[in-house]
């Protein structure tokens, strides 16, 4: 299966749909399925230091055999880690870990006030290091951007944020892409809460998919990067196949008007 890439700001090229890596309960079912996917054809991996499961994602890669130039492998510097010394610190572990030399993408994961300044800094000085691909920020919405903008010399690849129709604000999808910044939208499954949506199920139906396929699908209709997580291969797969198939500009609009703010994560505006 062909998943399409984008091109960042600084001209490194990202997959537009990867697997997403937060599992607390399935720990122990985490390396098979980056197995899984990575024999899929998925080759965007999102992990996370938080995630707690990057020794198991690096045996994973290894095991895969694959060139490490074909994968795009993310991660994140959780909240106690901000500052510049202790991310550095942070990223360090990250790597071995993972046991990889450098990542393609590197992401503050969550603005936490205080520190931002300083932890854009070390991001800077691992991006000059080559040590990053690309470097970017999890959670930033405008307001944390532009004082962002105001000190940086690297202007962040991407942002990673939630996305789905229920959780929408076009005006910040507008920002970043005024900005040149790359959207990565997660939980774009709304980790299933919303399935049997009858207006969710009409439309699926429509188009002879899923609900979990049509979700996936609108995050790529917006041109945003998506991860959704699964650790079963049968779901990964159908997760993935979202490329045979539009959303009309009416269905598009029929979704977007389902925002609720339900979220499975904190409000960035609350920070
Ligand atoms: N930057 C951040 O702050 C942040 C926050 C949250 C998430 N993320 C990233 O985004 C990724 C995705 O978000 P998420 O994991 O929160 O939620 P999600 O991808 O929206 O949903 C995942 C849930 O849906 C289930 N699922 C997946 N495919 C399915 C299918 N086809 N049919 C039925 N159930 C299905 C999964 O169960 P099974 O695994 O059992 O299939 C899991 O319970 C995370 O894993 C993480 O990498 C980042």
Known sequence: MHIPSITLNNGISMPQLGLGLYAPKQQDEIKQSVLDALDLGIR??????????????????????????????????????????????????????????????????????????????????????????SIGVSNYYQKHLEELFV?????????????????????????????????EGYAPLVRGWKKDDPVLNEIANHYGKSTFQLLVRWNIELGAVTIPKSVNRARIQENMDVFDFSISEEDMERMASMYDNTRVAWDPRDF
């Open 44 to 133: 965007l991996i999102d992990s996370a230091a938080i995630y707690a499961n990057e020794i198991q994602v690096g045996e994973a890669i290894k095991e895969s055999g694959l060139s490490r130039k074909e994968l795009f492998v993310t991660s994140k510097v959780w909240m106690d880690d901000m500052g510049y010394d202790s991310t550095l610190k942070a990223f360090d572990k990250t790597l071995k870990d993972l046991g990889l030399e450098y990542l393609d993408l590197y992401l503050i994961h969550w603005p936490k006030d205080g520190q931002r300044k300083e932890t854009w800094k070390a991001m800077e000085t691992l991006y000059e290091q080559k040590l990053c691909r």
């Open 151 to 183: 000190k940086a010399n690297v202007c962040p690849a991407v942002n990673q944020f939630e996305l789905s129709p229920f959780c929408y604000m076009p005006e910040e999808l507008a920002f970043n892409k005024a900005n040149t910044i790359q959207v």
